[in-house]
């Protein structure tokens, strides 16, 4: 059983920058593949960034690229995501989600393929 717990969500102005943060309690961190998911009001759960348990395999949403960065530090059990020149339109809950995977290049876009998830953390953006 893993336990993810997000944090770092506020209300920032377009433009801004927030650094999330997503620390995994329960099993080895490092062999699990992980990403960052968000839900707006009333929208379905959309795929955000991904990150193999290696951190060596990258993909992101075509909406946050060059402006969104994922990362992790499996010693200290954490994924990041730091969100870059933000717009109104990526004020949503922010969930983090873990799966366990056999290959150090496997990550994930597809929300189904998680086996865990985190309560997520509330972004903001004001215009």
């Known amino acids: 059983q893993v336990q993810l717990v997000e944090s770092g969500g506020g209300l920032v102005q377009a433009g801004g920058s927030l650094r999330l943060s997503c620390v995994a309690s329960?099993?080895?961190?490092?062999?699990?593949?992980m990403g960052w998911f968000r839900q707006a009001p009333g929208k379905e759960r959309e795929f955000v960034a991904a990150i193999s348990w290696t951190g060596g395999d990258i993909d992101y949403a075509d909406s946050v690229k060059g402006r969104f960065t994922i990362s992790r530090d499996n010693a200290k059990n954490t994924m990041y995501l730091q969100m870059n020149s933000l717009k109104p339109e990526d004020t949503a809950v922010y969930h983090c989600?873990?799966?366990?995977?056999?290959?150090?290049?496997?990550?994930?876009?597809?929300?189904?393929?998680?086996?865990?998830w985190g309560q997520g953390t509330q972004v903001t953006v004001s215009s």
């Open positions: 989600a873990a799966v366990s995977v056999t290959y150090s290049f496997s990550f994930y876009s597809r929300a189904d393929d998680y086996t865990y």
């Open positions: 329960g099993r080895t961190f490092s062999r699990y593949a």
